[in-house]
């Protein structure tokens, strides 16, 4: 029997959400307020307070791959250079926490993995130090500049020229995402991301499903508005310009490389056909978190929770 796409794509998101690993997310929670209380106690006055940053403040989160980014902005006069705000809060970060995780320098982040707990469980978070762009006016416009430790897309390795307001980031996502069928077109498409080992930023994913939802507003059921989204950044990603909603200078397409690109048309252009063509290939590239399996749907039928009939990813079709 085929496989109902849409209903099976519900079921997808409902064994995502966070509140199902409500736990995890306490553990994560009570983690960052004591790294945060550690970061305000070393800087002091030298720091405005750290928040959220990532998925989880803009309501965005799948609970598979679950981490918190946390950013910390420093005053103008904190450091001489962001290399050295860098190095300074990664020295300090790993001295207090590498006997009990690893700790490692990242992109434009400090990123701490710990050990897993009694119930066998990680948390990760990863710290984002930024610096004010203008004297004493952060409280004000929130403008940082950040430091890039690796190559990241077309920025390169020792930059100080990322600025950008990630509080503007957060909100602009955040309000945008509040149109459910949105949010859920994000959430899918991270679930693809995470299981399939694609190297895309979760800002990316979301600012170009709200560039496809801002060019043609999708209709149908929910595999068809996945389906409008998939098209658009088949046709456009090699193209698009997605302007920083906290920097209209800095173009988040420029995170990804031309070949990374390249990856991600043909990806979608490929899913779209072997989905089309076999219905049951939606539960290889969009699997339901088997920790969360949903109940099933009518009495005799099998839990969209088993994937057991599910086939193996395909190798890919050409183009054309």
């Not at 203008?134 to 390169?156: A, C, E, I, M, R």
Request: aromatic fraction near 12%; charge should be neutral; proline fraction near 4%.
């Amino acid at each position: 029997m085929a496989t109902d796409k849409n209903k099976y794509l519900k079921c997808v998101l409902e064994s995502h959400k966070i509140k199902n690993e409500q736990s995890l997310l306490d553990k994560h929670i009570a983690k960052r307020t004591e790294i945060k209380e550690a970061l305000e106690e070393k800087y002091g006055v030298n720091i405005y307070t750290p928040f959220n940053s990532g998925s989880y403040a803009k309501n965005t989160a799948v609970n598979k791959k679950f981490d918190f980014d946390f950013m910390v902005p420093f005053k103008r006069d904190a450091f001489k250079t962001l290399e050295e705000m860098f190095d300074d809060v990664y020295t300090f970060i790993y001295e207090k926490y590498h006997s009990e995780a690893q700790v490692r320098k990242q992109k434009v982040s400090i990123g701490l993995e710990f050990s897993p707990d009694k119930d066998f469980e990680i948390i990760k978070i990863d710290v984002v130090p930024g610096r004010e762009l203008n004297k004493d006016q952060y409280t004000t416009d929130n403008n940082l500049n950040l430091y890039v430790y690796n190559q990241f897309g077309s920025f390169n390795k020792g930059s100080e020229r990322i600025q950008s307001n990630i509080k503007a980031q957060i909100d602009k996502i955040k309000d945008s995402a509040n149109k459910t069928t949105l949010r859920q077109i994000i959430r899918l498409l991270k679930v693809w991301k995470i299981y399939n080992n694609k190297p895309i930023k979760s800002f990316f994913i979301e600012l170009i499903s709200i560039k496809a939802f801002e060019n043609k507003e999708p209709e149908g059921d929910l595999w068809d508005m996945l389906k409008t989204v998939m098209e658009y950044i088949k046709d456009n990603v090699k193209t698009v310009a997605l302007p920083d909603p906290g920097n209209s200078n800095n173009n988040v397409a420029d995170s990804m490389t031309e070949s990374d690109k390249n990856s991600l048309s043909f990806d979608m252009n490929n899913m779209i056909l072997q989905i089309d063509g076999n219905s049951d290939f939606i539960k290889s590239y969009f699997p339901v978190n088997s920790k969360f399996p949903c109940e099933e749907e009518e009495k005799g039928s099998a839990s969209y929770g088993v994937n057991k009939n599910a086939p193996s990813i395909p190798p890919p079709l050409r183009f054309g």
